[in-house]
């Protein structure tokens, strides 16, 4: 955590600032306050100058501050949080302050207006930038959040039909929490049938029946970083008019992973996409963009849009999630989405679930690439069943065997 405290006040000296406020009370949650100073608490303020920094939260979390923002001076906020941070502002020489201008209200910027005698800069961004390229120990707790909610998935996905969409949600979840998440990176979304259409349709008790699509989009959380994946699978033999658009939608996505690596523009990844999915027809039910960067957040930048002002270039260490669409009123829809990051000659895949259109059950050896995936993230265990580790491990297990 020090490295990345360090980098934020270089950045603040760059420009000439004495430091800046970043505010995280319990109405106004913020995962900069945690990527700076490591505090996982509901509530607190982090002042931070071009040499010291420190962290005001109140009785409930100083015990918590002191474990976790060990590069940070602890403080007890007091009853006027503003009027703290003010005396350490005179007590420090920091006349100059950086603020969230995107995050923090109104009426809270109005009391630190009237109560701390500083010259008040918008930071406009600054964090999220530093948090665009990930650390080797961030991309590692995204990577196991991905293999854990693979796992889950894995564990569900046989036993779908004749089941409400919110019981599967809440077995992928248990599944999830039961492998070492430490929560869900977003609502669970299980789609099926005509529901499908809905990019962000909420788990209904619509039981989901054979011969149709349904799409799972979930995702685990590790160390405060999350992971993103979305699967749509058959249920049984579907029309062959639901085949082609899932094989759109495939073709769409193999299309822009092609796309990543570094120089590329955020923007090429989406168009490639896009180009595959207009090609087809099915260009007005693509409605959203292609992809985004995963973190502490489950959406950040990068963003791959076709809208112009999120465009950037492609660089090593960015994560980027590649999600394509499909989605028809009344009938059903496509997604399908894998979470990579940026590797200087290309990319990783962090995601682990093949993407194919349907599935069965069988005894089977469990693949070598697939169980050592597992056996490096989830507890120090094998998954499913626990077997010798190591770079040889092997084990027979009841797995799904993805097939097109």
Request: hydrophobic letters at 40%; aromatic letters at 6%.
């Amino acid at each position: 955590m020090r490295s990345v405290l360090l980098r934020f006040q270089e950045a603040l000296r760059e420009r000439g600032w004495d430091g800046a406020v970043i505010a995280s009370p319990e109405s106004l949650s913020s995962t900069n306050l945690r990527y700076l100073s490591g505090f996982t608490g509901s509530s607190a303020y982090l002042v931070v100058s071009t040499e010291n920094a420190w962290l005001l939260t109140d009785s409930r979390y100083l015990q918590q501050a002191s474990v976790e923002a060990g590069d940070c001076e602890v403080l007890e906020q007091g009853v006027h949080v503003a009027a703290s941070i003010a005396r350490i502002c005179r007590e420090h020489g920091i006349f100059t302050l950086g603020w969230e201008d995107d995050k923090v209200p109104v009426r809270l910027f109005k009391e630190w207006l009237d109560t701390i005698p500083v010259v008040w800069r918008p930071l406009d961004h600054l964090i999220e930038e530093l948090r665009l390229i990930k650390t080797s120990e961030e991309i590692d707790a995204i990577r196991r959040a991905a293999q854990i909610a693979g796992a889950a998935l894995m564990e569900v996905l046989g036993n779908l039909v004749g089941r409400r969409e919110i019981d599967v949600a809440l077995d992928l979840e248990v599944a999830m929490r039961r492998l070492g998440a430490e929560s869900l990176a977003f609502p669970t979304i299980v789609a099926s049938g005509e529901r499908g259409a809905l990019p962000h349709a909420h788990p209904t008790d619509r039981v989901i029946r054979s011969g149709e699509l349904a799409t799972i989009d979930y995702g685990a959380q590790v160390e405060g970083y999350k992971s993103d994946e979305t699967v749509t699978v058959a249920t049984g033999p579907i029309p062959a008019d639901l085949r082609r658009v899932w094989m759109v939608v495939k073709q769409a996505q193999t299309q822009a992973i092609a796309t990543i690596r570094p120089g590329m523009s955020s923007r090429d990844v989406d168009e490639a996409a896009r180009n595959v999915i207009r090609r087809a027809g099915y260009g007005d039910a693509f409605g959203h963009g292609t992809g985004h960067g995963v973190g502490l957040d489950i959406h950040e930048a990068p963003f791959a849009s076709p809208n112009s002002s999120y465009e950037r270039p492609l660089e090593a260490g960015m994560t980027i999630t590649v999600e394509p669409g499909v989605y028809l009123a009344k009938i059903g829809g496509v997604r399908l989405e894998d979470t990579f990051v940026v590797t200087p000659t290309g990319f990783e895949r962090l995601t682990i679930v093949r993407k194919s259109l349907s599935f069965l059950i069988r005894r089977t050896v469990v693949r070598r690439n697939f169980c050592a995936a597992i056996c490096r993230g989830i507890r120090g265990q094998h998954y499913p069943n626990d077997v010798a580790a190591g770079s040889g491990c092997a084990g027979t297990a009841t797995t799904h065997q993805l097939v097109d």
